[in-house]
């Protein structure tokens, strides 16, 4: 007769016929499934003796004793010393003292394990500290931050192979940027000597100059015009530069706004022209500003002429220009009396 077998009988009998070694490793990979780092920290906070303690207090050994049973370092068993001591001093598990060798405790969960082990020995520095700081504020492990650091060679190479990364790379070095003036000082040296980037540093300065000019008339209701005059912006000016910023502010982040600008600035720039044109007074006062403007730079560029060393620079054309320049400034003078109202 043929005896069925329940399903929890028939585990029971697969279970026995399996190698020992397997169910062995099945039961310390659940282990460590469950605890993480936890475990491995057990048998060292149980097995090495806390500094200060001798070894005739304690049947504990040394890390270094240790790391030679285990064929490891002894820096490695420390970082596994260290995970425990702050986890004991947070309340998590007990304190050396209070464990033995073989002794089994309850352990905290996989999932805090990296909140006190560090893998890296950088991570004990000042640069390293500061790494695992940043990284916990992205909320990030520390560990990866510090293996990323510690290989700039394979950050180097994510970087130029894929766009992301360079994208994360340059939001990461602008906001070091602000607070980093030496790597200011550094970046600016390397744009000033790369001409493709002297370049896109000119075009994109351009760019953000006529964003900034349409940017006045919308928010300040402000037009300078062409000869240098600051005036308020009619409504139908105003609106039509809020429409071409609003335009410019919907671009996508890595969109090219250099034909988007230029189109707004022509735009705001032909406007203004038109607005003076069409008021006579307007137009009168814009030729007077310009006047004054040119009348205003030619007399600085002659009070910084000196004439101490006059015999060294003579030259007839020197003489002769100034005589046609005093000529044109004659009929200038004679033109403006012509036209003075009379007293």
Known sequence: MTVAIAPSDESAVHRAALDPEVSRDARDFGAYARTGGWGFALKVARSVRPGGQSADETPKVSAKEFAELAGCSPERVMRYYKA????????????????????DVELPDADVWHTYYVSRSSATSERGTA???????EGIRPTKALEVAENPTALRAAILAD?????????????????????????????????????????????????GYVRQIAEKGQIRTPAGQTLDAPAELRSEAERHLSLLDELEEGEDTGEWATDAYDTMKNMVVETVQADPELRVQERRTKFYSSLQKATKVFEELTFDDADDIYEDDMVQRLEELQQAIGSCIQALRSAAPQR
């Open 131 to 137: 790494i695992s700081a940043a990284a916990e504020a």
């Open 84 to 103: 425990w001591d702050k986890a004991a001093d947070d309340g998590l598990v007990p304190h050396f003292e209070g464990l033995a060798p073989g002794q």
């Open 163 to 211: 766009p992301s990364t360079a994208q994360a790379a340059r939001h990461a070095l602008l906001d070091r940027l602000k607070e980093d003036p030496a790597l200011q000082a550094e970046l600016a040296r390397d744009i000033a000597r790369t001409d493709e980037l002297k370049k896109a540093v000119a075009t994109e300065s351009r760019a953000a100059d006529r964003i």
